[in-house]
């Protein structure tokens, strides 16, 4: 089991920056793969970012390509996503996600991770 707990939400201006963390807890945390996904209502849940359990690759969604970036500190156990340039559009729940190393799946799909954080709101006003 891994848990996960979001942190460094807020409600920022358009333009500024954020930082989101994800804290992780349980077995070897850092044998995971992790994810960023963000949902807003009455949407469908919406992958932003991820990053391989050994730091090989990393993942983004085109509409955050260039000022998302994500990363993380295994000996921490916490995974970041950096938001910078936001965009009223960037709004939404956002929520960290683990999956298996050995998850042969897509790192796009929220379907392969099997832990889920609790979710942070980031709300962007323009």
């Known amino acids: 089991q891994v848990q996960l707990v979001e942190s460094g939400g807020g409600l920022v201006q358009a333009g500024v920056s954020l930082r989101l963390s994800c804290a992780a807890s349980?077995?070897?945390?850092?044998?995971?793969?992790m994810g960023w996904f963000r949902q807003v209502p009455g949407k469908d849940r919406e992958f932003v970012a991820a990053?391989?359990?050994?730091?090989?690759?990393?993942y983004y969604a085109d509409s955050v390509k260039g000022r998302f970036t994500i990363s993380r500190d295994n000996a921490k156990n916490t995974v970041y996503l950096q938001m910078n340039s936001l965009k009223p559009e960037d709004t939404a729940l956002y929520y960290c996600a683990a999956r298996s190393r050995y998850n042969l799946g897509s790192y796009y799909s929220f379907g392969d991770y099997a832990y889920w954080g609790h979710g942070t709101q980031a709300t962007v006003s323009s």
């Open positions: 349980g077995r070897t945390s850092s044998s995971y793969g």
């Open positions: 990053i391989r359990w050994d730091v090989t690759n990393t």
